[in-house]
T-cell receptor, first 114, second 115 residues
């Protein structure tokens, strides 16, 4: 079946540290891949996406590259800020006639300390 | 992206009662989706709601427990019926970004606690 596996959290980093949150996927077709972020007390927000192999999604200093050969979509940021503290969800969606469900990972909690 | 609001933002309910959650979008959308996020867990799709037709439920979810209405292109409701503590979750609605529905945008969620 289709699934997403994320690294377990919580992840605690100091401000300005480099961030990587690993995400790998299993899919029967060619999915679109997403990172969503959930700030404390708020709803889910789309952070970035990539729709085909080798695409790089980027937003707010975050990046993720769709790697078909390793079935991965790791999230990176060069220098995190306290305001990046949130839960990050990796998700996939199969295209065309495969339905509309987003398959989410379990989420990775990030805490950035001053 | 669409602006999505939900009511109520949170509620505490007694076992055996029902709660209806409203989702309002600031633009017309073809498809709306309802998800559940159980404590400490990821999101699971409950159903897809199309205007003018029956909702399509995912495996493990049934209409009797989670009836959905979609009276127009900007509004939907999800009812959680005959609640038990296991229904304590955050319920989120989302909308697709167009014909391809590739990207979904989420409302702020309704945090439900069942005692």
């Amino acid at each position: 079946g289709n699934s997403v596996t994320q690294m377990e959290g919580p992840v605690t980093l100091s401000e300005e540290a480099f961030l990587t949150i690993n995400c790998t996927y299993t899919a029967t077709g060619y999915p679109s891949l997403f990172w969503y972020v959930q700030y404390p007390g708020e709803g889910l927000q789309l952070l970035l996406k990539a729709t085909k192999a080798d695409d790089k999604g980027s937003n707010k200093g975050f990046e993720a590259t769709y790697r078909k050969e390793t079935t991965s979509f790791h999230l990176e940021k060069g220098s995190v800020q306290v305001s990046d503290s949130a839960v990050y969800f990796c998700a996939l969606k199969l295209n065309s006639n495969s339905g509309y469900a987003l398959n989410f990972g379990k989420g990775t909690s990030l805490l950035v300390t001053p | 992206s669409a602006v999505i609001s939900q009511k109520p933002s949170r509620d505490i309910c007694q076992r055996g009662t029902s709660l209806t959650i409203q989702c309002q979008v600031d633009s017309q959308v073809t498809m709306m989706f309802w998800y559940r996020q159980q404590p400490g867990q990821s999101l699971t799709l409950i159903a897809t709601a199309n205007q003018g037709s029956e909702a399509t439920y995912e495996s493990g979810f049934v209409i009797d427990k989670f009836p959905i209405s979609r009276p127009n292109l900007t509004f939907s409701t999800l009812t959680v019926s005959n609640m038990s503590p296991e229904d304590s979750s955050i319920y989120l609605c989302s909308v697709g970004d167009g014909g391809g529905q590739d990207t979904q945008y989420f409302g702020p969620g309704t945090r439900l606690t069942v005692l």
